[in-house]
């Protein structure tokens, strides 16, 4: 017998392919209700009120799998878990359209000053003229992060007759045509918008992204939203351009903390909010918790769960004969992710000598997991990167050749498109480790881990030297240095490493250097 614990009033109505299966017991209740000897329990469903640390997870010694019914694992300890074997599933799609029609609620109320007027009427007054609001019909709405919640917004933007300019580094304009969007650059939806929503996940990149600096290249009279996570937009920037006039208004349903404490956000008339909402609907949680109280049914009937965020369980010795090139193919995706920061369309994984004899399909999910790591709002794994790359409209291509370029076995990982494309090529040597051996055509040879600098720049004397000065004027100590070209005088590259990763402004200086063409950052 299965028993499975539902805590965190998840909608029972969803736990339907649980209730009607055999061989499961159900028990719904809090982790401390006492409702059942935690020792038993196999699965937990939770949303975000339990917190799933490592002290819990002590008190539950047969928990094999975690169903998250939402999108965010914060209040999980994946960490742990992973460690322990514990499988953790989400429900990544479950509240895509809620959340995408509580933004446009936001921003409807938000033109039309709708709460404001509404605590006025109902306090008694009726101030007609202090309410003059704008139609949304005619305006250019900027939506930064067009997956799935952002792309959803965008068909309802378009039947309002709004235009939709989006910025997502990672959408090709292949896709953008699909959905009827103008693909724009960052400071072209900054500067050319009437109200920017964002959707993107919360990373390094996107903490922040919408700061002092970036603010002040909007229109004055935008209007801002964020209904994704809070700290995308920079709080007391905001309030400093709501301040002064600059920002119009803006609509939050998240925060940097959550509930914000008298925050000075929330002082301004112009700013209107709401606690963490955007998938608080019926259809919402009946979705979620249908999603994962499927993927425990299927879980315990010994089949692959489509939505884990963790990895699966693997036995040991198939794991220690793979792990390094299963290493060296994480970073390789990443190096290409970095390397080629552009949308997609199609991304081939070629293997030959001893790598090809290895199970190339996990080889391929552990480059896609690391294609992915930066990019999407979910964490991929070999479990569930196919399913990802496919949902993103990328095709996903294996090979295997014969060539293997003078080495005992290589990975050569293509990624192509809108008209480019980017190749690496890394090898694993026994006993000396992962090398990457050619980038974008460079013959190189460098260790792929640390804090590295990917440089393009012309073959020209001097260049290594200005580079190597600029560095040494700022202290920065330069642990290791590769360098490759194709012909004398052309195009070259340099792969630098550091003991730290670089600051912005250290790569800015450096990308003003004559005969620089472009620098990328890799951490690896
Ligand atoms: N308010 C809520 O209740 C609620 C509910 C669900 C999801 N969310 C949040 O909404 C956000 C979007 O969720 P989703 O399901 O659409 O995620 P998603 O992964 O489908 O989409 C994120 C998009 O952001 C893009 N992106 C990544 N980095 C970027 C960058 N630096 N600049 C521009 N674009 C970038 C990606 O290419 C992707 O298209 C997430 O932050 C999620 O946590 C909030
Ligand atoms: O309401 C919830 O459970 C959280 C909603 C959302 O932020 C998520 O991560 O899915």
Same mark, same amino acid.
């Given at each position: 017998?299965?028993?499975?614990?539902?805590?965190?009033?998840?909608?029972?109505?969803?736990?339907?392919?649980?209730?009607?299966?055999?061989?499961?017991?159900?028990?719904?209740?809090?982790?401390?209700?006492?409702?059942?000897?935690?020792?038993?329990?196999?699965?937990?469903?939770?949303?975000?009120?339990?917190?799933?640390?490592?002290?819990?997870?002590?008190?539950?010694?047969?928990?094999?799998?975690?169903?998250?019914?939402?999108?965010?694992?914060?209040?999980?300890?994946?960490?742990?878990?992973?460690?322990?074997?514990?499988?953790?599933?989400?429900?990544?799609?479950?509240?895509?359209?809620?959340?995408?029609?509580?933004?446009?609620?936001?921003?409807?109320?938000?033109?039309?000053?709708?709460?404001?007027?509404?605590?006025?009427?109902?306090?008694?007054?009726?101030?007609?003229?202090?309410?003059?609001?704008?139609?949304?019909?005619?305006?250019?709405?900027?939506?930064?992060?067009?997956?799935?919640?952002?792309?959803?917004?965008?068909?309802?933007?378009?039947?309002?007759?709004?235009?939709?300019?989006?910025?997502?580094?990672?959408?090709?304009?292949?896709?953008?045509?699909?959905?009827?969007?103008?693909?724009?650059?960052?400071?072209?939806?900054?500067?050319?918008?009437?109200?920017?929503?964002?959707?993107?996940?919360?990373?390094?990149?996107?903490?922040?992204?919408?700061?002092?600096?970036?603010?002040?290249?909007?229109?004055?009279?935008?209007?801002?939203?964020?209904?994704?996570?809070?700290?995308?937009?920079?709080?007391?920037?905001?309030?400093?351009?709501?301040?002064?006039?600059?920002?119009?208004?803006?609509?939050?349903?998240?925060?940097?903390?959550?509930?914000?404490?008298?925050?000075?956000?929330?002082?301004?008339?112009?700013?209107?909010?709401?606690?963490?909402?955007?998938?608080?609907?019926?259809?919402?949680?009946?979705?979620?918790?249908?999603?994962?109280?499927?993927?425990?049914?299927?879980?315990?009937?010994?089949?692959?769960?489509?939505?884990?965020?963790?990895?699966?369980?693997?036995?040991?010795?198939?794991?220690?004969?793979?792990?390094?090139?299963?290493?060296?193919?994480?970073?390789?995706?990443?190096?290409?992710?970095?390397?080629?920061?552009?949308?997609?369309?199609?991304?081939?994984?070629?293997?030959?000598?001893?790598?090809?004899?290895?199970?190339?399909?996990?080889?391929?999910?552990?480059?896609?997991?690391?294609?992915?790591?930066?990019?999407?709002?979910?964490? %991929?794994?070999? *479990?569930?990167?196919? =399913?990802?790359?496919?949902?993103?409209?990328?095709? !996903? @291509?294996? &090979?295997?050749? $014969?060539?293997?370029?003078?080495?005992?076995?290589?990975?050569?990982?293509?990624?192509?498109?809108?008209?480019?494309?980017?190749?690496?090529?890394?090898?694993?040597?026994?006993?000396?480790?992962?090398?990457?051996?050619?980038?974008?055509?460079?013959?190189?040879?460098?260790?792929?881990?640390?804090?590295?600098?990917?440089?393009?720049?012309?073959?020209?004397?001097?260049?290594?030297?200005? %580079?190597?000065? *600029?560095?040494?004027? =700022?202290?920065?100590?330069?642990?290791?240095?590769? !360098? @490759?070209? &194709?012909?004398? $005088?052309?195009?070259?590259?340099?792969?630098?490493?550091?003991?730290?990763?670089?600051?912005?402004?250290?790569?800015?200086?450096?990308?003003?250097?004559?005969?620089?063409?472009?620098?990328?950052?890799?951490?690896?």
């Amino acid at each position: 017998m299965f028993h499975v614990l539902a805590a965190d009033s998840i909608k029972e109505e969803g736990l339907q392919p649980l209730l009607e299966q055999n061989g499961v017991q159900v028990h719904i209740g809090s982790v401390d209700s006492g409702i059942i000897d935690l020792q038993k329990i196999d699965a937990l469903l939770v949303r975000s009120a339990t917190k799933v640390t490592q002290e819990l997870l002590d008190l539950m010694p047969s928990l094999k799998i975690i169903g998250r019914a939402g999108v965010g694992v914060d209040n999980i300890d994946i960490a742990e878990a992973t460690k322990r074997g514990i499988i953790v599933v989400n429900a990544p799609d479950g509240n895509t359209i809620s959340t995408a029609e509580h933004t446009f609620a936001m921003m409807s109320a938000l033109m039309r000053n709708i709460p404001q007027a509404h605590s006025t009427v109902k306090n008694g007054e009726w101030k007609r003229n202090k309410f003059i609001g704008n139609e949304l019909y005619g305006k250019i709405l900027g939506i930064i992060g067009l997956g799935r919640i952002g792309s959803e917004l965008a068909k309802r933007a378009k039947a309002f007759g709004m235009s939709v300019k989006v910025y997502d580094p990672f959408l090709t304009k292949e896709r953008a045509a699909v959905l009827g969007v103008q693909l724009s650059s960052f400071d072209e939806v900054l500067a050319e918008t009437d109200i920017i929503s964002v959707h993107t996940p919360l990373t390094k990149e996107t903490k922040g992204l919408l700061n002092e600096k970036t603010l002040s290249q909007t229109k004055k009279g935008v209007y801002l939203l964020n209904c994704a996570r809070g700290g995308i937009i920079d709080e007391m920037a905001l309030a400093h351009f709501i301040e002064n006039g600059h920002v119009a208004g803006a609509a939050l349903d998240v925060f940097e903390v959550e509930p914000p404490e008298n925050h000075p956000l929330l002082k301004f008339d112009s700013v209107i909010a709401t606690p963490h909402l955007g998938a608080s609907t019926k259809e919402a949680q009946l979705n979620v918790a249908t999603q994962v109280a499927s993927e425990i049914r299927t879980f315990f009937e010994n089949n692959p769960v489509a939505n884990s965020i963790n990895l699966p369980a693997m036995s040991k010795e198939i794991y220690e004969k793979i792990q390094p090139y299963h290493q060296l193919a994480k970073e390789m995706g990443k190096i290409v992710s970095e390397c080629h920061n552009k949308g997609i369309s199609e991304l081939t994984a070629t293997y030959s000598g001893t790598a090809a004899e290895l199970e190339t399909t996990f080889l391929t999910k552990a480059l896609l997991a690391g294609f992915f790591e930066n990019r999407i709002d979910m964490k %991929v794994n070999e *479990v569930n990167a196919i =399913h990802i790359a496919k949902e993103r409209g990328i095709m !996903v @291509g294996e &090979k295997v050749t $014969g060539n293997s370029y003078g080495y005992a076995n290589t990975i050569t990982v293509t990624a192509s498109g809108d008209g480019e494309s980017f190749t690496v090529r890394g090898t694993y040597i026994d006993h000396y480790g992962p090398r990457i051996v050619n980038l974008d055509g460079f013959n190189i040879d460098f260790h792929p881990s640390g804090n590295l600098l990917y440089i393009q720049h012309m073959d020209r004397p001097g260049v290594i030297g200005h %580079v190597g000065k *600029v560095l040494g004027d =700022h202290d920065v100590n330069i642990a290791t240095m590769q !360098v @490759g070209r &194709k012909e004398a $005088g052309g195009e070259a590259i340099m792969v630098l490493s550091f003991d730290k990763p670089l600051s912005i402004e250290m790569i800015s200086k450096l990308e003003s250097l004559q005969d620089i063409v472009t620098i990328n950052s890799i951490v690896l």
